[in-house]
């Protein structure tokens, strides 16, 4: 009976069923996208790591940040910082000891640096990398200023971002080299 409904539904949408001798197996790929440029992916062949080794030039200020903020990020994470769809990024109230921790910026993340490496190659969500690494620091520098973790005047380039501590600095284990 279900051989018989599965060869109905392909007649009536015009394929005939195949035989034995005609199937050449599963595709050896999906058939999605292309191979990538060289150029592509040198574009995204870097990192950032803890201690701001891989930093790029630039700079962005908070004030440069809430506006960059407001244009790309507050649709998810809402008005400062506190969540929406997205997490939140700012704003606890509990901290991580609390009876219900509350994971932002500045309660959980322990370098600043890896912050700037999340936000410049996956965000905002809908086009990741859209943002130049000025704008990034900028970004950067407001979730900063929300977290209580920068002044409102305040500046980020490689210097200043390499140089933050985060309240959570010493909250995780180091991985042994």
């Known amino acids: 009976m279900h051989k018989r409904l599965m060869i109905l539904a392909l007649i009536l949408l015009g394929t005939r069923p195949l035989n034995a001798a005609q199937w050449q197996g599963p595709p050896a790929t999906p058939g999605l996208g292309r191979p990538a440029s060289a150029a592509e992916i040198a574009k995204l062949d870097w990192g950032v790591m803890p201690d701001g080794s891989g930093l790029p030039a630039g700079a962005g200020s908070v004030a440069q940040g809430e506006r960059i903020y407001a244009m790309h990020c507050i649709s998810c ?83 200043t971002l390499k140089d933050i501590t985060l309240p959570n600095h010493e909250g995780f284990i180091p991985m042994p080299h």
């Open 77 to 159: 994470h809402g008005q400062g910082g506190l969540g929406d769809g997205g997490d939140q990024l700012a704003g606890a109230v509990m901290q991580l000891t609390d009876e219900w921790p509350e994971k932002t910026v500045g309660t959980y993340w322990p370098y600043a640096t890896t912050l700037f490496d999340f936000i410049r190659r996956s965000m905002p969500m809908t086009r990741p990398g859209v943002l130049s690494d000025s704008e990034v620091y900028a970004v950067t520098a407001y979730i900063l200023h929300l977290n209580g973790i920068l002044a409102a005047d305040a500046v980020l380039n490689a210097s």
